[in-house]
C-alpha cells in the first residue's frame, strides 16, 4: 500500500480556515453560555472526529460544565442507520442538560440512532450542535440548536474529519487534493 500523503500534499481547497473556525466557535461558545447559565451542563462527543470541536467550543463556555464521550459503529451488519455502541458514556445523563457536540450531520442516522438512545436515559434537556452541517443529505430530520455552518455535498477533512483514519489533525477543514484521489 502507498505511504499516505503528509496533511498539507492531501488537502486541497481549504473550506473553512482555521481563524474562520475559531470565530464560529466563538459565537457558539457564547450562545451556549448564554443560554445554559444556571443549568446543568454536559457536553457528549461522539469520538473520535468531535474531539477536536469539543476542546475548542468547551474552551469558549463559561459554564462549570462536565464532559463526556461516546463511541459508535455505524453500518455494522451493512445497512445505513444501523448503528451500535462501542463505547458508552462514564456517567449518568439522568436530570441534566446534555448537548451532543458533533463535528458533521451528514445522512442524520448515525445521531438520530444515539438520540433515541439518549434520550432515554431521563435527561433534563437533550439538544445538538453541530459544526458542519451537510444538510442536503439529510435522511432523517434532526432539530439542530447549534450550527457552526452549513455545507455542500462535498467530502472534508481536517479539524476532526478523517480518510481513512488520517489527517484529522489538518488545523482547517478542506476539500480533498486531486492527488488524494487518485
Ligand atoms: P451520518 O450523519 O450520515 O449518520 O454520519 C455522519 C458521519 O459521517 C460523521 O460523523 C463523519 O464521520 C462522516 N462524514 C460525513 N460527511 C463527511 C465528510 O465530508 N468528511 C468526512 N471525513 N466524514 C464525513
Redesign the pocket.
Known sequence: MATPGAPSEVAGKIIFSDSEIALRVDELGAAITADYSGRDLVLVT?LK??IFFLADLSRRIDLPLTTDFMAVS?YFGGS??N?RITKDLDDSIQGRDVLIV????????????VIKNLRSRGPASLEICTL?D?DV????ELPIAYRGFT?A?????GY????RGR??NLPFLAELHEVALL
Open positions: 461522539i472526529g468531535g455505524s445505513p442507520g448503528v458533533e463535528d458533521i450531520i451528514d445522512t442524520g442516522l448515525t445521531l438520530n440512532y458542519l451537510k443529505r439529510r435522511i432523517v455545507v455535498d462535498r467530502f472534508l477533512i476532526g474529519l478523517d480518510l489527517y484529522r
